[in-house]
């Protein structure tokens, strides 16, 4: 009972969107590529680099907007990179990943070694980050303004991206090309579309979605940059895309079941539960997400199926 | 007389692999007319059609547009001639609307978005138009494929095509939905359209087809008006060989009831029956054989005895023993079944593991080839020497990847896997598909062999002349059922198989019946 | 030149000519860094053999990646690509260490081989579970395996806490192992120790098991091509399995081995990226074992290199992540000298004719 009441606060609810924030970044990042014919499991890298250039150029040249642009750069430079390496130099896509997540990994630590002379974090230097922000009226509103209001732009920018990713799939010719691309390759290019090109399109999206997450690691959610401080979220966001079966909201929603699960961590960890136990919730809960969703696309095809035998069936005992 | 739409002059296409699938072929088409270009699998129609579509480099010959000559050298530059073809498989987005697959890489625009209205709009206006129905907002996967294919057509007219070209377009319809498309059809005729209509099924092209264009081993045998054609000559001009091979056997035996399949039904899920309430015995001593088009549900029909294919109804028994729901490996052993696949380069072989491997692979667990888990080389190696010179693989050593060798010593491997070792039942699907003369001869000798020492053997080739040879009796399928069963192959001609093939006749059911011996 | 010898040919001069351009990377990125290039090269490629010590350090280094590159060449040799390598290789060390601190009744080299076969066994299980949803409801095996790693980690972490954390020590870590249950040293003044003769005894127990045994042989036929593999009768579901088991027990092993003498007690407090180094390992071998050792080595070399590079100059030994992370792009990029290598085989089949 003691417990429960840690659970049914505004703080909590609070904890909930603060920490969905990145997985829902990599979610929509996974989703774009997906939709484009590509399971991208370099997202957690793009993550990475992107927070650490962030903090180092908001660090350096005290311009915030320079910072976030720069970061935003290296995701979609990164995802094209590996689209590159992917699709036009037909490397398998674990190989690629493998490889690039192993890059990152080193690159990173070692340009924070070079700038900062220290290997696990950032806190030598001081960054910049982005503010948080409160909702007029809204955030009077008792309980709710609790929870909605005061958080960092970034995850407001999460929730209208979110929307943004959905009329740029369903509703813009870009989006109807890479759901085609992903989805049947042979048929764009029956009218003349270019598939590598879209796929390289969707893949540089997905990068930008990527470091918009890992931005909000270091600069919104954390003013510094530790190393590894991503925890392979970028391979949740997969997860909760799967989940969302490739809608934008669908992937929202899971991402946010995700971070439930990680709030529920963080709870009971300050409630001195085993912490370790509690931290394998969030991937316990991925894994979960990916059987659910496979089992449900098995039980689609498998009700088609017998739809039809039964309609066979029917008209058998006309004839 | 007016000018034909296409016309194609002395066209010629020799693949790199040297096949020759046209030679000097002429070819015309006029507005307003429904074409049919019939022929068996590999007479070169596709090949034909393919250069017309951009699909295929022309290597001899010219093609006509209107009078003029043209170079089609993609898709996008057929497309803009007005020349539109719709695949057996189709070119289709399954999650799109039919909309959004109708105006996709051509979407109508308002701002940064897809103006959907106006797609809608654009979408009723054609099929108005052309009176074809269809609901612009519904999924393409939702659709059954009768739609689908109406989608293709569509498609192809909103790009503005004046000339179809239609690959098979009924081998995936009900005949319901084939009575719908020959409608449609009528009305593109109305409209002054071309439609290029490929296809096996001469019926067909007697309902609907002004012309005919006949095509075999790569020649044109002709046009002809259809109605100035009767369906069997139409059958032999498509049918009919020359080379004929000559195999030398006995009269066969039969004993005991080996395979039994009844009432079997495949491919629900799938959009169509494949295989459509068949059922046959194979008895011991026969060769029983499949003949017909390929694509009438003769490749499921046997994927589903070995066990590689779900059936959804009814019943295969081999010596008594159901084998319905058991796993492969249960009926190579239970069943002693052998199964030679028709691709064999994706199911009937590992290309990049040697020689040995390939032919030993499934008996790695008798004693003489491990001992507690363990290979032992030396027996391997000679067994698998001893099964190179039995069937004259032509090789270096059996340490070579099967990638190395040809299509007929591929084969031959194959061929030495399945019948090295005892078996009751042997089921071989195409066995002289793609390989040497030389190579099909010592197979087909091996298979009497085994008749003779009282196998019970299961053939399908889409080869007329060479099923004909080879069975001791034959069953034709036709749309996934049996159109035929031949007891005795003495007293029949190639023209009349040929037209159980087209489905021009197919027997009563009673003598179809006779099909399953009862034992 | 026949295609096959031609496919050989290509496939040497693409692996040197990808650690060459990785190599050369390398160098640019330490000129450009470092204010004393010279002394860092020069402590990078040959500081290793520059004493015993560190030559000792070097066998140290290779051994462990020999354990993890065998086992991603079993773990992928059907085909199934995972990253289970990792998970097992942590839990790999804890699982020595908890079993040969735990079990007092057994007693020195009985302690350590009863704590190995724990290790193996107990590896072997947890690699199964991402087989095992992959095959039953066809999940992203990769992804399944990686988020599934995190779940080993937590729950290894929380057997460390609460039964191995020795408190009373002023360094962080576990109790220390019992001493009777290290391996005997091999070289003095090194910690080189018999550990090195049991891994080149694995190079040749997988070699072994993946080419002459009947069911490496089938591990191996499902890897190259599956519906073959399914349409002669061989049970795809077991062979994936049996491939993760072993697989995942080797390189648990690898993990179990380094608890007998290289340190003295279980230390690591995160996942030890052992696995991504398997894979590069069995990449650069061509995933066949007999390569292993020297891809290995390789890779120990550079890594050992890069660490006295990072103790003596100012470069950050991270460098040899950059390294391996080039060399596997170029490595597994099939297009890389693809149009080469097509001109010429062109040319000798041209001329064959």
């Not at chain 3, 051994?63 to 086992?71: A, K, M, N």
Request: proline share 3%; aromatic share 8%.
């Amino acid at each position: 009972m003691e417990l429960l009441k840690n659970f049914l606060t505004a703080d909590f609810f609070y904890t909930i969107i603060r920490v969905s924030t990145p997985l829902i970044f990599a979610s929509l990042s996974s989703l774009v590529a997906r939709k484009g014919g590509v399971t991208n499991i370099t997202i957690d890298s793009t993550m990475i680099m992107a927070a650490l250039t962030g903090v180092l150029v908001s660090a350096f040249t005290k311009n915030l907007g320079l910072a976030l642009i720069c970061g935003m750069l290296v995701g979609v430079v990164m995802g094209i990179f590996m689209g590159y390496f992917h699709i036009m130099m037909n490397t398998n896509m674990i190989l690629t990943g493998v490889a690039i997540n192993t890059f990152t990994n080193g690159a990173a630590i070692m340009i924070l070694y070079a700038f900062t002379g220290d290997k696990g974090s950032s806190s030598m230097i001081k960054s910049l980050s982005v503010p948080n922000a409160n909702i007029p009226i809204v955030e009077h509103i008792p309980f709710v303004g609790q929870v909605v209001s005061g958080h960092n732009l970034f995850t407001y920018v999460a929730f209208v991206l979110v929307v943004v990713c959905w009329f740029l799939m369903y509703r813009t010719p870009l989006g109807l090309h890479i759901r085609a691309v992903g989805e049947n390759a042979s048929a764009a290019k029956s009218v003349g579309e270019n598939p590598t090109r879209v796929k390289l399109i969707a893949l540089g999206l997905s990068g930008l979605f990527a470091s918009l997450g890992g931005m909000y690691m270091s600069m919104g959610n954390m003013q510094v940059f530790i190393v590894n401080m991503t925890a392979g979220r970028g391979f949740i966001g997969v997860a909760a895309d799967a989940m969302g079966r490739g809608n934008p909201i669908g992937a929202m929603f899971s991402a946010l079941l995700f971070g439930t699960a990680n709030a529920v961590a963080n709870v009971l960890q300050i409630n001195a539960f085993s912490t370790d136990v509690v931290m394998a919730i969030p991937y316990v809960a991925s894994i979960m997400g990916i059987i659910i969703y496979s089992v449900l696309e098995q039980h689609k095809k498998d009700s088609r199926m017998r739809r039809e035998i039964m309609e066979a069936k029917q008209s058998a005992s006309i004839n | 007389m007016q000018t034909p739409a296409i016309k194609m002059k002395g066209i010629t296409k020799i693949y790199s692999n040297g096949v020759v699938a046209n030679k000097d072929v002429d070819f015309s088409v006029n507005y307003g007319e429904i074409h049919a270009v019939m022929g068996e699998n590999g007479a070169g129609k596709s090949t034909l059609m393919k250069m017309l579509f951009g699909l295929e480099k022309v290597d001899k010959g010219e093609i006509l547009f209107e009078g003029k000559t043209v170079h089609i050298n993609n898709p996008s530059e057929a497309i803009a001639l007005g020349i539109g073809m719709v695949h057996q498989e189709f070119m289709l987005v399954p999650s799109l609307t039919v909309a959004e697959n109708m105006m996709l890489c051509a979407e109508p625009r308002k701002g940064l978005f897809i103006d959907r209205t106006r797609a809608l709009e654009e979408t009723r206006k054609i099929s108005d138009l052309y009176n074809l129905p269809i609901d612009p907002r519904a999924r393409v996967e939702d659709l059954p494929v009768g739609m689908k294919q109406r989608v293709e057509i569509l498609k192809a007219l909103y790009r503005g095509a004046k000339i179809l070209i239609l690959d098979e377009p009924t081998a995936v319809l009900t005949p319901q939905e084939t009575e719908e498309l020959f409608r449609q059809l009528e009305i593109l005729r109305q409209h002054d359209h071309t439609v290029i209509f490929i296809t096996h099924k001469i019926r067909e092209v007697k309902q609907i087809c002004d012309r005919i264009t006949i095509l075999k081993n790569g020649l044109s045998m002709g046009v002809y008006s259809v109605k100035d054609i009767s369906e069997s000559d139409i059958s032999k001009l498509m049918v009919g060989h020359e080379v004929k091979m000559h195999i030398d056997k006995k009269p066969a035996a039969p004993k005991t009831t080996v395979l039994r399949v009844e009432h079997l039904y495949n491919g629900y899920g799938e959009g169509k029956l494949k295989v459509d309430d068949v059922s046959f015995t194979v008895r011991s001593g026969e060769i029983l054989g499949i003949a017909g088009v390929e694509g009438n549900g003769q490749r499921e029909l046997l994927e589903s005895i070995v066990g590689m294919r779900k059936i959804q109804r009814g019943s295969i028994t081999i010596k008594d023993l159901s084998v319905v729901g058991m796993s492969i490996q249960e009926i190579r052993d239970k069943g002693k079944c052998a199964y030679i696949p028709q691709d064999r380069l994706k199911v009937g072989v590992a290309a990049e593991a040697t020689i040995k491997e390939n032919m030993l692979a499934n008996r790695l667990s008798e004693p003489q080839f491990s001992k507690g888990g363990v290979i032992n080389e030396k027996h391997l190696n000679e067994k698998a020497n001893e099964l190179i010179r039995e069937f004259a693989v032509k090789c270096d050593e059996s340490s070579q990847t099967v990638t190395m060798l040809s299509g007929g010593n591929i084969q031959k491997v194959v061929v030495a896997r399945e019948l090295s070792m005892p078996r009751d039942l042997i089921i071989i699907d195409q066995p002289s598909r793609g390989i040497d003369v030389g190579a099909t001869k010592f197979i087909q000798k091996k298979i009497i062999e085994l008749r003779d020492a009282d196998t019970a053997i299961l053939v399908s080739s889409a080869d007329l002349s060479e099923i004909m040879e080879l069975s001791d009796s034959l069953i034709i399928m036709y749309d996934g059922q049996i159109a035929a069963y031949i007891k005795n192959l003495a007293g029949i001609t190639e023209e009349e198989i040929g037209e159980y093939m087209l489905g021009i006749k197919k027997q009563t059911p009673d003598e179809i019946k006779e099909a399953v011996y009862e034992q | 030149m026949n295609n096959k010898q031609l496919n050989q040919l290509f496939s040497v001069i693409k692996t040197i000519l990808a650690i060459f351009i990785a190599m050369i990377v390398a160098f640019m990125i330490i000129l450009i860094v470092s204010e004393e290039p010279l002394t860092a090269l020069n402590a990078f490629l040959l500081g290793p053999f520059s004493s015993t010590r560190r030559i000792g350090n070097l066998i140290e280094n290779t051994i462990p990646l020999i354990y993890v590159g065998l086992g991603v060449c079993i773990l992928w040799a059907t085909g199934k690509r995972t990253l289970s390598g990792e998970g097992c290789y942590y839990f790999g060390g804890l699982m020595a260490a908890t079993v040969s601190i735990k079990m007092i009744a057994l007693h020195g080299y009985k302690s350590t081989v009863f704590s190995m076969i724990v290790v193996f066994f107990v590896c072997g299980l947890m690699a199964l579970l991402p087989m095992i949803v992959n095959l039953k409801y066809n999940t992203d095996a990769f992804v399944v395996s990686l988020l599934f790693n995190y779940v080993i980690f937590y729950v290894g972490n929380f057997i460390f806490s609460k039964f191995l954390m020795d408190i009373t020590s002023t360094s962080s870590g576990s109790y220390p192992l019992p001493k009777d249950s290290f391996l005997p040293v091999l070289i003095p003044g090194t910690k080189v120790n018999a550990n090195l003769i049991v891994a080149l005894l694995a190079i040749v127990v997988v070699w072994f098991f993946l080419y002459k045994t009947k069911w490496g042989y089938r591990i191996r036929l499902v890897g190259l091509n599956p519906s073959y593999a399914r349409y002669i009768g061989i049970n795809v579901f077991a062979v994936c399995i049996l491939a993760q088991f072993i697989g995942g027990g080797i390189s648990g092993f690898g993990g179990g081995m380094e608890m007998f003498g290289r340190n003295p007690r279980f230390s690591w407090f995160s996942l030890t990226n052992m696995g991504w180094d398997g894979i590069m390992v069995a990449t650069l071998a061509k995933y066949k074992p007999q390569y292993i050792i020297f891809s290995a080595f390789f890779l120990g070399y550079v890594r050992t290199g890069a660490d006295i590079m990072n103790r003596s100059s100012d470069v950050a030994s991270e460098i040899v992540m950059i390294i391996q992370a080039i060399m596997i792009l170029f490595i597994g990029a099939n297009a890389f000298l693809a149009g080469t290598q097509q001109k010429l085989r062109v040319k000798y089949s041209a001329k064959e004719r």
